[in-house]
């Protein structure tokens, strides 16, 4: 049944990415040419709700479906690792023009070069995993 | 009905986005993609090679449902609820990518020249779209997360460290895109 419930949600969010374009990769760059209220539009109404469920949550301390308590992960204190890590990503996504969760939305829509992508995204979170030790945190 | 096959404008898709982080929360499960890059080198055997990969990748199946689902959900948007697959961005952003030898913009989902079978024949295509994801899933990592992970969930969380990594997501996309696209394509 939960497995159910994880598979509806997942459909429910690729077609949201698919129907949004913001798995299409013309988004992406207009986005970071500041040339459509697009993509700002999406994230930042996502935020503001997001932000209004999010400190409901904790206000109201309200439960799950199943009764349990809602834990949040708050992040570890760091500048260098979100900075850095960021700055990575952040030239990767406009590059690929996808990021984590659209490029599997792009399989399911019949691209397949972005298997390249997802491919090569899997070996860059292994050599993260094989440097982690030797970067700033 | 025409409507159904219409894109969705952003006060559309942006709530549903924070509906879906909604529906995780309330199943006890955080919204965050890049956590299955990790499950899936996992799976693969890297926790012989770094503890990094030392987990229970079990506990993280639900993730690799929800991404299964997203498969199929992209499978249906662009079958059954999209007739025209263009992407109708600004005609000044257009001409750009024109200039860059994009002439598919304006006309497609993805530009062709990147992700048609055919461009696959070239090897700067397979450069592009492998150091493109090698950057992603290297970042997402070193940074603890991606857009769903920080900009969404940290930031409605009102985390510094999320804000932090957004920040640096838009550094590196601005630099990629003003200073190095000339020099690539």
Request: charged share 10%.
């Amino acid at each position: 049944m939960r497995t159910l419930i994880y598979l509806v949600i997942g459909i429910l969010f690729g077609i949201t990415m698919f129907k949004s374009e913001a798995a299409s990769w013309f988004r992406i760059y207009e986005m970071f040419k500041f040339e459509s209220f697009h993509m700002y539009g999406i994230i930042g109404s996502a935020l503001v709700i997001g932000i209004i469920v999010v400190q409901s949550i904790k206000r109201f301390k309200i439960k799950s479906f199943y009764g349990e308590r809602i834990h949040f992960n708050p992040k570890t204190k760091s500048f260098s690792r979100y900075m850095f890590g960021g700055i990575i990503f952040g030239l990767g996504w406009a590059l690929a023009g996808a990021c984590p969760g659209p490029m599997f939305t792009l399989v399911g829509a019949g691209y397949v070069p972005i298997l390249i992508v997802i491919a090569a995204s899997i070996v860059g979170t292994f050599l993260y995993g094989l440097f982690k030790d030797k970067l700033p945190h | 009905m025409n409507w159904i096959y219409e894109p969705w404008p952003w006060y559309v898709s942006g709530p549903m986005i924070a509906f879906i982080m909604f529906l995780l929360l309330m199943v006890g499960k955080n919204f965050g993609m890049s956590a299955n890059l990790r499950t899936m080198c996992t799976i693969c055997g890297a926790s012989n090679k770094a503890d990094f990969f030392k987990f229970d990748w079990r506990s993280q199946k639900w993730n690799l449902i929800v991404i299964l689902g997203a498969v199929i959900g992209g499978f249906i948007g662009s079958h059954f609820l999209t007739a025209d697959m263009a992407v109708a961005i600004n005609p000044d952003t257009i001409s750009d990518l024109n200039e860059l030898g994009f002439n598919s913009a304006g006309k497609s989902y993805l530009p062709t020249e990147l992700f048609e079978m055919e461009s696959l024949l070239s090897l700067k295509t397979i450069l592009v779209l492998a150091i493109g994801g090698l950057l992603v899933g290297f970042g997402a990592r070193y940074a603890g997360g991606c857009t769903s992970g920080h900009a969404i969930s940290g930031l409605s969380d009102l985390q510094l460290p999320s804000l932090i990594a957004v920040i640096g997501f838009f550094i590196g996309g601005l630099t990629m895109i003003h200073f190095l696209f000339p020099l690539i394509f």
